[in-house]
C-alpha cells in the first residue's frame, strides 16, 4: 500500500518555539507538497517541492520554511510559533510532470498553539 | 489560478444516485479536472479524474461539460461511507509541475 506518513496526529506548542513537522512517502514521488486546513476554508497549499533542496512557495507561505534534503522527506518548519498556526496540517505526494496524476495525502497533524 | 465553484452542502439518500456539480468557467485548455473527497479525520483521497471525455472507475463517474467549463461527479448508488467533502480541482499548469488548489469542497450528507 502506498504511504504518506506525518510525524505526529497531534501535536500542543508554546508561542515563538521552533515547530518541525515531518513527512515522509514511500512511493518515489519527485513531488511533495504542504497544505493546512482551516474551517470555512478548504486546503490551503503552503510550500511545495518538485525535487530534492527545490522549494516552491504556494499560496500561503508567510511565518513558514520547508527542507527537502532527501527525497522521501519534506519537512514543514515553523520558525516561531503563533496562535494563528494552529491548524490542521496536510503533506501530500505525487509522480512528476504530469496533470493527470493523483497527489496521496498523509493523515495530518494537528497543531495547537497555545 | 483557475478556480472552481462548488456548492456548500447536499444531501443524499442511501442507494440513491448523487451528482456533484462543479462550476470552472476559467479553465484552460490544458487543464485537468480532479476530484479527491475527504473522509472525517482523515486526509484527502482521490476519486477521479479526466480531460475531455466521461470517466468511470470504481469508485465513480465524472461527466464533462463538451465546454469544460463545469462537470458533475457522480455516486451511483450512495452509501453512508460516501459521507463526506468532496473537492473539485484544477491541476492549474504553470511550470509544468502539479500544484492542486482546493477550494471549500462540498460536504455531502447521506441519510439512512
Known amino acids: 500500500d502506498v504511504k504518506v506518513t506525518q510525524s505526529s496526529r497531534y501535536l500542543v506548542k508554546r508561542t515563538g518555539e521552533k515547530v518541525f513537522l515531518e513527512c515522509v512517502q514511500d512511493m518515489d514521488h519527485e513531488n511533495m507538497f504542504w497544505y493546512r486546513q482551516d474551517p470555512g476554508l478548504g486546503l490551503r497549499l503552503i510550500y511545495f517541492s518538485y525535487d530534492v533542496k527545490m522549494k516552491e512557495k504556494g499560496d500561503i507561505p508567510e511565518g513558514y520554511s520547508v527542507s527537502r534534503e532527501k527525497k522521501e522527506r519534506f519537512s514543514l518548519i515553523l520558525e516561531s510559533a503563533s496562535t494563528n498556526q494552529t491548524s490542521m496540517y496536510l503533506c501530500?505526494?505525487?509522480?512528476?510532470?504530469?496533470?493527470?496524476?493523483?497527489?496521496?495525502f498523509g493523515q495530518g497533524t494537528r497543531l495547537t498553539v497555545v | 489560478d483557475a478556480k472552481t465553484t462548488q456548492p456548500n452542502s447536499m444531501e443524499s439518500n442511501e442507494e440513491e444516485p448523487v451528482h456533484l456539480p462543479c462550476n470552472h468557467s476559467?479553465?484552460?485548455?490544458?487543464?485537468?479536472i480532479h476530484w479527491y473527497r475527504q473522509l472525517p479525520s482523515q486526509g484527502p483521497e482521490y476519486v477521479i479524474h479526466g480531460l475531455t471525455s466521461n470517466v468511470n472507475n470504481r469508485m465513480a463517474s465524472l461527466a464533462i461539460a463538451e465546454d469544460r467549463k463545469s462537470s458533475t461527479l457522480i455516486l451511483h448508488r450512495a452509501t453512508l461511507r460516501d459521507a463526506a467533502v468532496y473537492y473539485c480541482i484544477l491541476r492549474d499548469f504553470d511550470t509544468g509541475g502539479f500544484k492542486t488548489i482546493f477550494g471549500a469542497g462540498t460536504r455531502l450528507f447521506v441519510k439512512a
Open positions: 476559467t479553465i484552460s485548455g490544458t487543464d485537468y
Open positions: 501530500a505526494s505525487s509522480s512528476p510532470g504530469q496533470m493527470n496524476t493523483e497527489a496521496f
